[in-house]
């Protein structure tokens, strides 16, 4: 298993992780996709998803978040439930974006994601780190005020 880190000098985990996850895809001639923490906004649109034949399915705990999205690869999911394989799996990625620091069970999160791969399989995430400003917004602001501010 091969783990790396990148600064946000280098990567910028919102606006530029889809291009990321594209030419992740692309580049690897990935097939089977799973988004963690989709929520209204996934990273790739379902015309990507069509035009180069990927199996793509957005997963999100919040249904309500889920239905603002466009796409019919939708599925309500708990990634924190124990030993609970994504539906669908096995897959060729499994990427997420800022959803790993709202993980109430990280171990489970990331055992679920690793058990969901095919062998040689892909797990991406980009996340907040510890007191960078979007954390320290997630862990303090309300998240009835942080979906008005989203």
């Known amino acids: 298993m091969r ?32 988004e963690i923490g989709a929520g209204a906004n996934p990273a790739l649109s379902p015309e990507f998803a069509h035009d180069h034949r990927l199996e793509y399915l957005a997963v999100d705990e919040d249904e309500a978040e889920l239905k603002k999205a466009q796409g019919d690869k939708l599925t309500v999911y708990d990634v924190c439930e124990k030993a609970c394989r994504i539906p669908g799996a096995p897959y060729d990625l499994v990427f997420g974006r800022m959803a790993a620091e709202h993980f109430r069970d990280a ?19 980009s996340f907040a780190c510890l007191y960078s400003v979007p954390f320290l917004v997630n862990r303090l602001v309300p998240e009835s005020v942080s979906d008005l501010l989203l």
């Open 107 to 125: 171990y489970a999160a990331y055992d679920n994601m690793l058990h969901s791969l095919v062998p040689g399989g892909i797990v991406v995430q």
């Open 3 to 34: 783990i790396s880190f990148g600064s946000v000098d280098h990567f910028e985990g919102w606006d530029r992780f889809p291009a990321f996850v594209r030419s992740l895809i692309l580049e690897n001639r990935l097939k089977r996709v799973a």
